[in-house]
């Protein structure tokens, strides 16, 4: 079964609003990752945040993680058209280190941008 | 510097035939993963390699798929009498041993009539 899940599937705002897609997970992490995927193919890695980390930022991304709560949420501000995108979360596992295991995905939230 | 380059691009083939997938990590990653997307669908870890260390093959599907990674660099994924199922694009991905970011190439898409 999938490890994450990304809520909503699929999202559709207007150039220049926030969006907000978040991720939920069942066992214990290493880490947690945010790739964006454009047209099906290459994924580009945008965040990683650490188990003990509970929020990181990089440029327009906000990235935060609880734990407790086993969910992640990315926050993208000020959004672009470029930014039109399938985004994944994926988790590194607890135990594993330096990238020894695969990484978990999720389905994915579809992100449109309408200009 | 380079990234994470596979080739074929795209491939189309028949039912029951083999399929070579090749990959070259970033110069100096050691740990090399293969993934599969099907349509619609997240990634599902296929095989990881680390330096020169046997492969976890937990991740494949069936006995049909294989890999191998030769001189701790480049990588193939063969799959061998292929099926429809098997339609899917096959993403390779490298990190360097300290990192867990892992750096995807563009992916095969792989076509089974």
């Known amino acids: 079964s999938q490890q994450g899940e990304e809520d909503p599937q699929a999202l559709s705002i207007q150039e220049g609003e926030n969006a907000t897609m978040n991720c939920s997970y069942k066992?214990?992490?290493?880490?947690l990752q945010w790739y964006r995927q454009n047209s099906g193919r290459g994924l580009v890695h945008l965040i990683l945040i650490r188990s003990n980390e509970r929020e990181k930022h990089s440029g327009r991304l906000r990235v935060t993680l609880d734990t407790s709560k086993k969910s992640s949420s990315l926050l993208i501000t000020a959004s672009r058209a470029a930014d039109t995108a399938s985004y994944f979360c994926?988790?590194?596992?607890?135990?594993?280190?330096?990238?020894?295991?695969?990484?978990?995905f999720g389905k994915g939230t579809h992100l449109i941008i309408q200009p | 510097g380079a990234g994470v380059s596979q080739s074929p691009s795209n491939k189309v083939t028949e039912k029951g035939k083999d399929v070579e997938l090749r990959c070259d990590p970033i110069?100096?990653?050691?740990?090399l993963y293969w993934y599969r997307q099907s349509l619609g669908q997240g990634l599902e870890f296929l095989i990881y390699?680390?330096?020169?260390?046997?492969?976890?093959k937990s991740g494949l599907p069936s006995d049909r798929f294989s890999a191998e990674r030769t001189g701790g660099s480049v990588s193939t994924l063969t799959i061998q009498r292929t099926q429809q199922e098997d339609s899917a694009v096959y993403l390779c991905?490298?990190?360097?041993?300290?990192?867990?970011?892992?750096?995807f190439g563009p992916g095969t898409r792989l076509l089974v009539l």
């Open positions: 390699f680390q330096g020169n260390s046997a492969p976890d």
């Open positions: 994926a988790t590194g596992l607890r135990g594993s280190g330096g990238g020894a295991d695969g990484l978990t």
């Open positions: 110069s100096g990653h050691t740990a």
């Open positions: 991905a490298s990190s360097s041993y300290t990192q867990e970011t892992q750096y």
């Open positions: 066992t214990s992490i290493n880490n």
